[in-house]
């Protein structure tokens, strides 16, 4: 099965920015939607960003305007700039690559996660 492995996580100051990394072991062809979501201890898993196969993308209301996702289909790495980070942002950030709809195959992978903390 596919792996997924997340970086760029760190302590950073309310305002401030980061850049998360996932990348694939490998590729997938098939209709398909990254996401990353978050998880607080306590809390429900919850999206953050998703894009499809063909760049179509989706943010959660908490992050329209300061969130953007993208992909490096070269590298098989999709990222998430994370700018304006306010100390509710605070979370476990976890990758994930599923099936879209109409995908021949159904599947849904995640990456270990990669913990944001955003404090003063």
């Known amino acids: 099965q596919v792996q997924l492995r997340e970086s760029g996580g760190g302590l950073v100051q309310p305002g401030g920015s980061l850049r998360l990394s996932c990348e694939a072991s490998?590729?997938?062809?098939?209709?398909?939607?990254n996401g990353w979501y978050r998880q607080v201890i306590g809390k429900n898993r919850e999206l953050v960003a998703s894009?499809?196969?063909?760049?179509?993308?989706n943010y959660a209301d908490f992050v329209k305007g300061r969130f953007t996702i993208s992909r490096d289909n070269a590298k098989n790495t999709v990222y998430l700039q994370m700018d304006s980070l306010k100390p509710e942002d605070t979370a476990v950030y976890y990758c994930?690559?599923?099936?879209?709809?109409?995908?021949?195959?159904?599947?849904?992978?995640w990456g270990q996660g990669t913990q944001v903390t955003v404090s003063s």
């Open positions: 894009m499809t196969d063909t760049g179509t993308t």
């Open positions: 490998e590729r997938i062809h098939s209709m398909f939607v």
């Open positions: 994930n690559l599923a099936s879209a709809w109409g995908s021949p195959g159904v599947y849904d992978f």
